[in-house]
């Protein structure tokens, strides 16, 4: 496994804690702090970690520019930062953020308004089915 | 890049729109699909979102393990599928699910609540500074 090693500020006892990929970066999952909605998923490093934990914008690596990325920068759509949270495991951020506009490049409020694998069932599924249908199936394993 | 070849069950289409990274894998955010918390980031192929769009039950890929997890098929912690969402650069999943129980292997609700690298601000914060205190910065770039 090969280490990226770029330079970094991130307090020392916060970067002991992190798991890192082959490339030394972790997933952020950033979500908007007040309504919940999941806006969108993109890798930081140390480094980005850093900037989005002393700057109040959150900052991210982009993998296909290889640099650093100030979400908004160019956009307006910046995210202020309201809280990070790190997962059990340490090799997951949570960002809590206030989204100004949309978080998708491409003007959707998040990164997953326009493909849906598998619908939210409407509301009328928890009516009772019609007589005659089979049981529904249980959902445990 | 190597490249994993699971057998998958996936439905073709699905399966062009997704990008994986060397392994084969592809990050996936569950999230309570009433209260909006972000409970843990775990990984699939496509075989495992095959089943996760299929039993109604969430299954990932344990890259510790190399093999399929059900989500709580011992714990009893499972996570009902109500809907899936791809993102807009097709590599990354959003579950959102039902969560029986903590979705933490620690017994905490989520993942993310055990590491708080930055906490949100008191409500408090949104009330007038007291008298001779510096003029809050502002959040923006």
Same sequence: chains 1, 2.
């Avoid at 990070?84 to 960002?95: E, I, K």
């Avoid at 989204?99 to 409407?122: I, S, W, Y």
Wanted: proline share 7%.
């Amino acid at each position: 496994m090969t280490s990226v090693n770029r330079l970094s500020r991130l307090d020392p006892e916060i970067a002991a804690r992190l798991k890192r990929d082959a490339s030394g970066l972790f997933p952020a999952v950033a979500q908007q702090y007040d309504t919940g909605e999941v806006l969108m998923l993109a890798w930081m490093d140390d480094e980005a970690l850093h900037r989005t934990l002393t700057t109040g914008l959150c900052t991210y690596w982009s993998r296909s520019r290889q640099e650093y990325w100030v979400k908004g920068a160019t956009s307006g759509h910046e995210q202020r930062v309201k809280s990070v949270a790190l997962d059990c495991d340490g090799d997951t951020v949570l960002v809590r953020v206030d989204q100004v506009g949309g978080a998708c490049h491409t003007g959707d409020r998040t990164c997953f308004d326009a493909t849906v694998l598998k619908p939210a069932a409407p509301p009328s599924a928890a009516s009772p089915p019609p007589a005659g249908s089979p049981p529904a199936a249980a959902a445990g394993s």
